[in-house]
């Protein structure tokens, strides 16, 4: 089963007199990385988050904000620093003295500086961690819902692609008995054309097509790109991450494309090229979503 690397997971915890919320956004990467944002008091989580992500998740950039709320605003959670305050205001004074300044040193004054009034946590860390795994664990549920929805999404657009691939395929092997006769028909016309009266000499003729077929062959190219699209679909099937495996795939079955165009003496089978390449484009730009 495919699981796409761009989704998005939410998981809250609601009581009545705290709110907890967390956010996950998985977005596109060829590793594995996380962007933890936490409030400085929570901080020293961040490596246990990092450690249920990395159990969940094989690769994708993946965002965790965190949001906690207090339902019930207590009193005792503000605090004043009186200490810093005095200090403040008597340098204040020594400052006014020594310059002979009128100004007044007013409430609003003393109450904007910094870190007079903080606001401090009473949670129970054990507590509040043992919330947060929970949470944590509904938003990973999500976010994984998700990530199997568009998964499962870009899993029929391949179907859709290999399908249309193997008919391109099929086309060429058509083809393919064709092409010789018709090359071997060409230059026989071309040689009576230009020399009508000289006798043209079959066995070298004959090696000449030998030499085009030879160099024209494209039997290899077809089996190993059939074998490919064999794979790939056996690939889809599994549970781990194949994200890089169908990736390395397309890069092997984009090189057969590329070899049989170069080999092809054909504008048909050319043509064919043309669009199974053009199919496989779409295919490269999908797997890079893949995990």
């Not at 509904?138 to 859709?160: P, T």
Request: hydrophobic content about 35%; charged content about 35%; overall charge positive.
């Amino acid at each position: 089963m495919l699981k796409s690397m761009t989704a998005y997971g939410r998981g809250e915890s609601k009581g009545d007199d705290k709110q907890i919320v967390i956010e996950l956004k998985s977005l596109n990467h060829r590793f594995r990385d996380f962007l933890i944002r936490l409030p400085q008091n929570y901080s020293h989580f961040e490596s246990k988050i990092k450690e249920l992500l990395s159990k969940r998740f094989a690769r994708g950039r993946i965002e965790f904000t965190i949001r906690k709320e207090n339902l019930r605003e207590s009193e005792n959670n503000f605090c004043l620093n009186l200490n810093f305050l005095r200090r403040y205001y008597r340098m204040a004074e020594e400052i006014k003295k020594e310059f002979n300044l009128k100004e007044t040193i007013s409430l609003n004054m003393l109450l904007g500086l910094k870190d007079v009034v903080s606001y401090q946590e009473e949670d129970n860390f054990k507590e509040i961690w043992e919330e947060i795994q929970v949470v944590l664990e509904k938003s990973m549920d999500a976010l994984e819902k998700m990530r199997r929805v568009e998964g499962k999404n870009i899993q029929s657009e391949f179907l859709k692609n290999l399908k249309i691939i193997s008919a391109l395929i099929k086309n060429i092997e058509k083809r393919m008995p064709l092409i010789i006769k018709l090359y071997q028909a060409r230059l026989d016309q071309r040689i009576k054309d230009f020399i009508n009266s000289v006798k043209i000499d079959e066995s070298r003729l004959a090696q000449e097509i030998a030499y085009i077929s030879e160099r024209s062959d494209i039997s290899e190219e077809l089996v190993r790109l059939k074998s490919h699209i064999k794979q790939f679909g056996a690939l889809q099937k599994e549970e781990d991450p194949v994200g890089r495996k169908l990736e390395f795939l397309l890069q092997e079955m984009n090189r057969e494309a590329n070899t049989i165009g170069s080999k092809s003496i054909d504008a048909y089978i050319s043509q064919q090229v043309v669009e199974l390449k053009s199919e496989l484009e779409k295919m490269r730009e999908q797997v890079q979503n893949i995990e």
